[in-house]
């Protein structure tokens, strides 16, 4: 009997390309957009509300968000030609880097026009990043993780004041507004003190000038309410006790739980109500342009652009540790397609009204707990958060949601995007040099500075601000200089694998 001659061509399908059952794949991608969500609806909430928006607004930029960031997804794990899509399980999201900045423009100016701005910035950001996607892996060596560690934890310092502000009912500037009958009382007895002493001078003589003093404030009396502060507690009591006591996938979306924990107990008190989410649509599609044309500013475009660069370096560590976790190999032409991606995604999301995008680390995480390697897993979840994108009710019940509510999980999200950070400088020699210390702590104090002293650029050209406001932008640009300064250019791929594996939470 003669026997087959051994194939010289193997059959096996590598993990990252193997195609699960419908089913399972349904399971395996809901999961990983529930451990995204919490991080995926903050962003549109935050730059929403520090525009001033109206509810439907808001509303908008959630359902795009959501639309975006499935659509970006697909493309990143799907593939798209050979100059996009790293073809990896990766999910991506809007990242929390350019808050910031963001906010900061939406300071500059508010409402449509702002959305607008920013919107402009975002297309010409996303377009430089399709550019210099090329050399990113080049410039690796410039963001070591002394670089990676202290921008990440500032990003989460500067996100903290969002979460304390959530859970206080807002923003500080909301804490007291102008008593207005004590102020037009005022304003009417400096005239009348000014005409007096007008009148009392010669003829001819120039009328004596109005002069007011300070202006009258009064207390909000819903600012740091005590019974919504109890609710904002109550969900970082929950959150605790999901992470301490739950397991697996409970403790992966216990932020989560957290915010429905707290949505349930606002109702049950009368402080959240659904009429939104009946008067919203069951269906919409997401179109461009829904605010008007973008509007383009050279510093803005240039601010969202450095914003870009920190973003793509973070991606390429998390697509190297992506690369060890699943042991696919990336060459450096697929990796330039996942970087493509992330400034095609922020292009994308410039497009139709949302904002940059980059891989979610918690999901990258998930890949390592769960042991599933599959990139179509992600393709499903794509499809799912497309599908969630063209239901307005469920972008109406997210803005519906009381800051109070989202207070306790701010708090923690963001909490822990500082830690991660932290986490990363653990692992920085600080024993044999020295020199890391004074780039974490110089970078940080240069980070602090809006915090601290929010109108500390008032003296400075206008145009510049968008630049100045945002610590995230001052520490990465700090760090960069600062090492390139005491450490020169050392490449440190290892180092910088570890860092995005350290990365869960960011």
């Known amino acids: 009997m003669s026997q087959q001659p051994p194939s010289t061509q193997s059959d096996e399908v590598h993990p990252v390309d193997e195609r699960l059952p419908t089913g399972r794949l349904f399971t395996l991608g809901l999961q990983h957009v529930l451990v995204m969500y919490a991080g995926a609806i903050a962003v549109p909430l935050i730059v929403g509300r520090a525009l001033n928006l109206d509810h439907h607004h808001v509303a908008l930029l959630i359902s795009a968000d959501l639309f975006c960031c499935g659509l970006v997804t697909l493309i990143q794990s799907l593939g798209f030609g050979k100059y996009f899509g790293i073809k990896l399980p990766v999910m991506m999201g809007v990242t929390f880097a350019s808050v910031g900045p963001m906010v900061a423009m939406a300071n500059i100016q508010g409402g449509p026009d702002g959305a607008r701005a920013i919107f402009g910035a975002i297309i010409g950001a996303g377009i430089i990043a399709m550019l210099v996607a090329p050399l990113m892996s080049r410039m690796l060596r410039f963001f070591p993780p002394v670089v990676t560690g202290t921008i990440i934890a500032i990003i989460g310092i500067s996100l903290m004041r969002v979460g304390v ?32 002493a007008t009148a009392a001078l010669p003829a001819g003589s120039e009328a004596v000038p109005i002069k007011l003093g300070k202006i009258p404030m009064v207390d909000n009396p819903n600012y740091g309410a ?5 609710i904002a507690g109550l969900v970082l009591i929950a959150i605790l006790l999901l992470v301490r006591y739950g397991r697996g996938f409970v403790a992966n979306i216990s932020v989560l739980l957290g915010m429905i924990f707290g949505c349930g107990v606002a109702v049950a008190v009368g402080k959240m109500s659904f009429e939104k989410v009946g008067a919203a649509d069951w269906f919409n599609v997401v179109t461009p342009f829904a605010f008007g044309m973008p509007t383009f500013d050279v510093v803005m475009v240039l601010t969202m652009a450095l914003v870009m660069i920190v973003v793509m370096i973070e991606s390429t560590g998390m697509f190297l540790a992506l690369s060890d976790l699943t042991g696919k190999r990336i060459t450096p032409t697929e990796l330039s397609a996942g970087l493509r991606t992330d400034g095609l995604g922020t292009l994308i999301g410039g497009l139709f009204n949302t904002f940059p995008y980059t891989s979610f680390s918690q999901n990258v995480g998930l890949v390592g707990v769960t042991g599933v390697k599959s990139r ?8 799912i958060m497309i599908v969630l994108g063209m239901l307005p009710k469920m972008a109406a019940l997210v803005e519906s949601i009381p800051e109070f509510a989202l207070g306790g999980a701010g708090l923690v999200m963001f909490g822990m995007v500082a830690a991660t950070g932290i986490r990363i400088l653990a692992n920085v020699d600080f024993r044999s040099n020295r020199n890391n210390l004074y780039i974490v702590a110089i970078s940080i104090g240069a980070g602090m500075i809006p915090l601290v002293a929010p109108r500390w650029t008032q003296q400075m050209a206008h145009s510049l601000h968008p630049l100045l406001e945002s610590g995230i932008l001052l520490t990465s640009v700090s760090a960069v200089v600062l090492n390139f300064f005491f450490n020169g250019g050392k490449a440190d791929q290892a180092g910088a694998i570890e860092a995005a594996k350290a990365a869960e939470a960011h």
């Open 376 to 383: 179509y897993v992600c393709v499903a979840a794509g499809l």
């Open 165 to 196: 502000g959530w859970a206080m009912g807002g923003p500080s500037f909301l804490a007291q507004s102008t008593d207005v009958p004590a102020l037009v009382a005022m304003v009417d007895s400096a005239r009348e003190a000014a005409a007096a």
């Open 226 to 230: 005590l019974d919504n502060m109890a």
